[in-house]
């Protein structure tokens, strides 16, 4: 039971720290968890992470607040999954509820507007950082088609500005059709 | 009952907001200004300039901002609770398959399809942050004359740091804050 209740602990006060800092869009999540799930906590590996992003984008809702779910049944069942939202909408659900109070004085603050303005540079450092070393695994894997999903996928969002949604289902559906062709050569093979 | 006509217009929010982010924007809109005009226009677009100031997901943000705006702290929690039980549901279920099935062949031939678009993903997502820390919002053809210079400078030098010596993200984020903090009230 002592055991449980430091582990919950532990999945609430990291959901918290993480949500306190996702500046800028769902997608900052991904660094931050990579950082402290995947390399310090080892709870997860990079490619669990991956499939847990691919999930909460695919699910109604925000990223990070599925992300966290997903991460925190992974760690400590349903009850888990309770604790790790609950840790990542307090934060904004604080900072909110005390900025509306007065929201146009904290809208015009010259030092919060420079401060934003730097902290943007470095988020996008964050983001960067992470993609190149995503992007590198990769392109380790030396596998062809990962690569041409990936390249393709990229060209599609941000070029085309397809609905991820759709992005998401057809490279599912590859990837689903790659194993079953090379099931049946491999069947083939064995009963020629 | 206010409570739970907020309860209700955030839970449809939560539902139908797929894709994350700004993909919830025209749903918030269409609820809390056309439907139940609890925010004007303007108020609408000062909160979407405070979600970008402020951490966590802009449906979350949102729904504190109206809930406590309409009823207080009370509609503030009601609300919040309501966007986020569409995901709790379905998510929870989603988490239940995914551990069950995932050693399954044709569930782990989708995810490998899945990984390398999701890489994709983020990428793009980096881009136009990108884009807009260097030359801002107003839509500027990328180039080198127009670039924000203490915003190349903060971001090619936090880069350096995170590839070399791999420390806390959030430090990082969190020293370009206070730097740019010093360096833009200085100019």
């Given at each position: ?44 590996e990079e490619n669990e ?144 | ?38 925010l004007t226009m303007t ?24 809930g406590t705006r309409i ?117």
């Open positions: 039971m002592n055991k449980n209740l430091k582990l919950y602990l532990k999945l609430f006060t990291s959901t918290f720290y993480l949500s306190a800092f996702t500046f800028g869009g769902g997608y900052v999540i991904v660094p931050l968890m990579k950082k402290k799930f995947v390399d310090n906590l080892k709870w997860i992470m991956l499939d847990l992003i691919a999930i909460s984008q695919s699910a109604p809702g925000p990223i990070a607040v599925n992300a966290s779910i997903l991460l925190g049944y992974r760690i400590a069942g349903f009850t888990g999954g309770l604790i790790s939202v609950l840790g990542t909408v307090l934060p904004p659900l604080i900072i909110l509820s005390v900025i509306s109070l007065f929201y146009t004085a904290f809208r015009d603050n010259e030092v919060v507007n420079a401060a934003l303005k730097g902290m943007q540079a470095g988020v996008t450092a964050v983001i960067v950082d992470v993609v190149i070393s995503m992007a590198s695994n990769v392109f380790k894997e030396k596998k062809i088609l990962s690569v041409i999903i990936m390249i393709g996928s990229f060209m599609a969002t941000y070029f085309l500005k397809i609905n991820v949604i759709y992005i998401i289902f057809i490279c599912g559906i590859i990837g689903v059709l790659t194993v079953y062709y090379r099931n049946k050569g491999k069947q083939e093979e064995k009963n020629p | 009952m206010i409570y739970l006509k907020l309860f209700w217009s955030f839970f449809q929010i939560g539902l139908f907001s797929i894709g994350g982010g700004y993909a919830a924007l025209p749903l918030i809109q269409n609820q809390v200004v056309d439907l139940h005009k609890w108020e609408f677009t000062d909160l979407i300039t405070i979600s970008q100031m402020t951490p966590g997901p802009i449906a979350i943000n949102s729904s504190t901002f109206v009823a207080g702290p009370i509609g503030a929690l009601i609300s919040t609770f309501g966007c986020i039980l569409p995901s709790c549901i379905i998510v929870s279920f989603l988490a239940f398959l995914y551990y069950k099935y995932k050693n399954l062949k044709a569930i782990q031939g989708a995810l490998e399809g899945l990984r390398p678009a999701v890489v994709a993903l983020i990428a793009s997502a980096g881009l136009s942050i990108l884009i807009t820390a260097f030359w801002g919002e107003n839509n500027v053809i990328p180039n080198f004359k127009d670039i924000n210079y203490i915003s190349f400078l903060l971001f090619s030098a936090s880069l350096i740091i995170l590839r070399k010596f791999k420390p806390n993200p959030i430090y990082v984020m969190a020293g370009s804050g206070i730097i740019g903090m010093i360096v833009y009230l200085i100019k």
